[in-house]
Nanobody
Framework: QVQLVESGGGLVQPGGSLRLSCAASGSIFSIYSMGWHRQAPGKQRELVAVISGGSTNYVDSVKGRFTISRDNAKNTVYLQMNSLKPEDTAVYYC??????????????WGQGTQVTVSS
């Protein structure tokens, strides 16, 4: 019913930058929250950043380096990633909290995009 499509991942050197994008489409009344999670090999998936209303939250390890933003008209969320470190290497997943026309709320996930930070 709802699809999230991520883009912008790739290979970058330490200290470099990437911008991830995630566009939501489908039968959507509104999106009340959008965010990014990541999962590194052998580790649990963790919340990286979330934006809801006018508020943003970040995991401590990315504060000051990553910025989450949102274009509500396009149902798109972005993650600007600066000063990248090897420990940022992971598959990054977009997620969205969606309010449907029926009044129901449901959480959706993208397919993931690989970010690799390496020399």
């Amino acid at each position: 019913q709802v699809q999230l499509v991520e883009s912008g991942g790739g290979l970058v050197q330490p200290g470099g930058s990437l911008r991830l994008s995630c566009a939501a489409s489908g039968s959507i009344f509104s999106i009340y929250s959008m965010g990014w999670h990541r999962q590194a090999p052998g580790k649990q998936r963790e919340l990286v950043a979330v934006i809801s209303g006018g508020s943003t939250n970040y995991v401590d390890s990315v504060k000051g380096r990553f910025t989450i933003s949102r274009d509500n008209a396009k149902n798109t969320v972005y993650l600007q990633m600066n000063s990248l470190k090897p420990e940022d290497t992971a598959v990054y997943y977009c997620n969205a909290g969606v309010l449907h026309y029926s009044g129901s709320r449901r959480d959706y996930w993208g397919q993931g995009t690989q970010v690799t930070v390496s020399s």
